[in-house]
C-alpha cells in the first residue's frame, strides 16, 4: 500500500504564498494520478488541483484557478501545490492523493495523505 506524506502548510498572512509536497513512501507515485483536495471545517473535502502522470494535462477547481499551480517531479517521487495570493477561504486541511485515473471524484483515488493543516489569516 502506497503512504502519501504532504508538508509545506503552515499560518500565513491573505496575499502570501506557499508551496505544498507529497512524497511517495514505497517510490511509485509515477504510476498514478495524482491530485490535492482540502477540507475546510466543516465542509465537505473537494477537489483542488490534478495531474496526469507525464503533467501533459492538469485540472483545477474554478476557486483556485490562476492561483495554485499542481506539478510534479516523478524522478523526485514528488507532487507540488504551489499556491499564491492566498485568501482566508483556502484556509483548510489539504491532502495529497494517487489514483489510476484523472478524476475530481474522491472515489476514484486509491491512496491518501494524512493532510497538512494551511491557515490563512485575513
Known amino acids: 500500500q502506497v503512504q502519501l506524506m504532504e508538508s509545506g502548510g503552515g499560518l500565513v498572512q491573505a496575499g502570501a504564498s506557499l508551496r505544498l509536497a507529497c512524497v511517495a513512501s514505497?517510490?511509485?507515485?509515477?504510476?498514478?494520478?495524482m491530485g490535492w483536495f482540502r477540507q475546510a471545517p466543516g465542509q465537505n473535502r473537494e477537489f483542488v488541483a490534478g495531474?496526469?502522470?507525464?503533467?501533459?494535462?492538469?485540472s483545477y477547481a474554478d476557486s483556485v484557478k490562476g492561483r495554485y499551480t499542481i506539478s510534479r517531479d516523478n524522478a523526485a517521487n514528488t507532487v507540488y501545490l504551489e499556491m499564491k495570493n492566498l485568501k482566508a477561504e483556502d484556509t483548510a486541511v489539504y491532502y495529497c492523493?494517487?489514483?489510476?485515473?484523472?478524476?475530481?471524484?474522491?472515489?476514484?483515488?486509491?491512496?491518501w495523505g494524512q493532510g497538512t493543516q494551511v491557515t490563512v489569516s485575513s
Open positions: 492523493a494517487a489514483g489510476t485515473r484523472i478524476s475530481e471524484r474522491e472515489r476514484e483515488y486509491l491512496y
Open positions: 495531474i496526469t502522470w507525464g503533467s501533459r494535462t492538469k
Open positions: 514505497d517510490g511509485t507515485l509515477g504510476n498514478y494520478f
